[in-house]
């Protein structure tokens, strides 16, 4: 059940993560469809990929926030630093909080656990401490908490699709093990102190100016440069592929909608949110390089078959993603509206202007 009543004009809201590709994006819209919010945002603009991607998504926000009513707060920090992250909620006290900030990647989780541990279990902690001492004092503490979780959370799981009452005990990755663990410890304090909290388990979101690590992304910048693209399981990969726009449409809706307290009690929800379409990475990839060409990122006559290696499964993923949404559907009405194609042409041409 929901309470319909998180009303988001001119309320202090926190975005962590927020020169991400789903923190800016979300950052955006907020700005331009909210009165007179307050969006404070931190991030610590870390190399895990090109940095200048990260300062592109700031200007935009920064560029539109002449426009609109609202104001904008960009603090450079890690959410590991807890000393910086109880200043932030003793200052500005948000109302509304939207943790997006986590260290991604299924393969990079294999190379480098340690930044895994300290941004989403650590970073995470941090972040439901302060929620928790926001009520001290008889203060009316945060009305909601959002927070990032994964598809990577259902592993091996072989019912299709995916559900949220699905068993997801098996984890085969690091990344994975720790965005159940975010789940797990957002319950215990929706239990214990009554924050409502709310777990979004995101299925392959791409788009204009998105993560480079992606496989859109990976895949451009090896054609562009005449490399050799990989695609694992030789092809036989569904991926549940999100658009970035329909992604911000659901976050955002959910952030007005808080958790009552469910059947034990506890004012906790989780939901998968994809396009509830899986799409073989073949066709995928089919569509990717004729945008390109279209927009011409590559030559019209660039030969796509010469560039692309069929190979076997990468430990960590899985064969294939695919959102059962349902519930988001009954309880927002969230129905993804922007089609493969469509989105991988405003990908195509976003990365013309940018790239050049």
């Known amino acids: 059940m929901l309470e319909k009543n998180v009303m988001l004009d001119g309320k202090c809201i926190l975005v962590t993560g927020a020169a991400g590709f789903i ?25 895990y990929y090109d940095v200048s991607l990260k300062e592109f998504r700031l200007r935009q926000i920064e560029e539109l926030t002449n426009q609109v009513s ?15 992250i109880t200043k932030v909620f003793a200052e ?9 900030a986590a260290q991604a990647g299924v393969r990079y989780s294999i190379e480098n656990p340690d930044a895994y541990i300290e941004a989403n279990l650590i970073g995470f902690y941090n972040i439901l401490e302060a929620c928790r001492h926001s009520y001290d004092n008889g203060e009316c503490g945060v ?46 304090y929706s239990k214990l102190y009554g924050i ?6 995101f299925f392959t979101v791409y788009g204009p100016a998105g993560r480079p690590d992606m496989a859109y992304f990976g895949f451009t910048n090896k054609l562009v440069n005449n490399e050799t693209i990989k695609i694992f399981n030789y092809g036989n990969c569904k991926r549940d592929f999100t658009y970035i726009d329909d992604i911000v449409t659901g976050v955002k809706a959910v952030m007005q909608c ?92 976003w990365y013309k202007d940018f790239y050049g």
């Open 196 to 201: 409502p909290s709310t777990g979004l388990r």
């Open 92 to 100: 500005y006290k948000p109302q509304i909080v939207v943790n997006l």
């Open 258 to 349: 808080s958790p009552l307290p469910n059947e034990d009690g506890v004012k906790y929800m989780v939901y998968n949110i994809g396009n509830n379409q899986p799409e073989n990475l073949l066709d995928f990839v089919d569509i990717l390089q004729d945008e390109l060409k279209k927009a011409k990122v590559l030559p019209e006559d660039y030969d796509f078959d010469a560039h692309k290696e069929l190979v076997g499964m990468q430990p960590g993923d899985v064969e294939i993603t695919y959102a059962d949404v349902t519930q988001l559907q009954k309880d927002f009405g969230f129905k993804p509206s922007t089609s493969l194609r469509e989105g991988l042409q405003a990908f195509a041409k």
């Open 23 to 47: 923190g800016s994006n979300l950052t955006m819209e907020l700005l331009k469809s909210t009165e007179n919010a307050h969006i404070i945002c931190i991030d610590n603009m870390n190399d």
């Open 143 to 188: 009305e909601h908490l959002v927070y990032a979780s994964s598809s990577s959370v259902y592993g091996s799981n072989k019912k299709i699709p995916y559900a949220t009452e699905d068993k997801v005990d098996n984890p085969v990755s690091l990344y994975a093990a720790t965005k159940k663990s975010n789940e797990l410890l957002a319950h215990a």
């Open 70 to 84: 609202g104001s904008f707060t960009f603090i450079k920090g890690n959410i590991a630093d807890k000393e910086l």
